[in-house]
């Protein structure tokens, strides 16, 4: 049997597609992965939560949050704790499990109650059923980062580090009481 020889349209199509695997066509993805590599600053974050995730889970993202210099990293298998403002202010960030709510409805609810009543504290979320990670500001009302389960550390480091960014910005622009 011949083999054929590609053609030359077979070629540049697959020149193309190889393009477009190794640029990814959403920029500000591109601006946050660049910008999280080049960016050398440490984790300010000291006392985080990790919500809603199960023992090994959480066992692997205090590993991460170890190696990120997070001081101190408890873990609340229930989201309910979310409903505890007292204690939910003594944490810098909350690393949550979006998919331990039974209900989207109820956890979106949940979360904007929760910022409203504590706008200081980062909230990073992790769902297994979103596109890719979100570091921008279109769910700023409910989070600071969204993160697509399984987590590593460049990706928890960069969500860490928009959290921070945010926080901030948002420090910056309350008005002193």
Known sequence: MDK???TAATEK???????QHAFPTDIEALWSNLSCQFDVQKSQYKHAALIGFDSGSA???????????????????SVQVLNDA??????????LNLDAFED???????LFQFRVRLPEVAVILIASDVRG???????????DATLR?????PRLRCA??????????AKTARPAH
Request: include cysteine; aromatic fraction near 2%; charge should be negative.
């Open 133 to 143: 990670d979100d570091l921008g500001r279109e769910r700023a009302p409910i989070c």
């Open 160 to 169: 860490l580090q928009a959290a921070m960014s945010v926080q901030d910005t």
């Open 86 to 95: 007292s204690l939910m202010d003594t944490y810098d960030v909350i690393i």
């Open 104 to 110: 989207m409805v109820q956890a979106v609810d949940i």
């Open 149 to 153: 389960a399984p987590v590593n550390l």
């Open 13 to 19: 199509f697959e020149r193309l597609r190889m393009r």
């Open 59 to 77: 066992s692997h993202l205090r590993q991460i949050c170890t190696q990120l210099n997070v001081a101190e990293c408890s873990v609340a298998p």
């Open 4 to 6: 054929k020889q590609p």
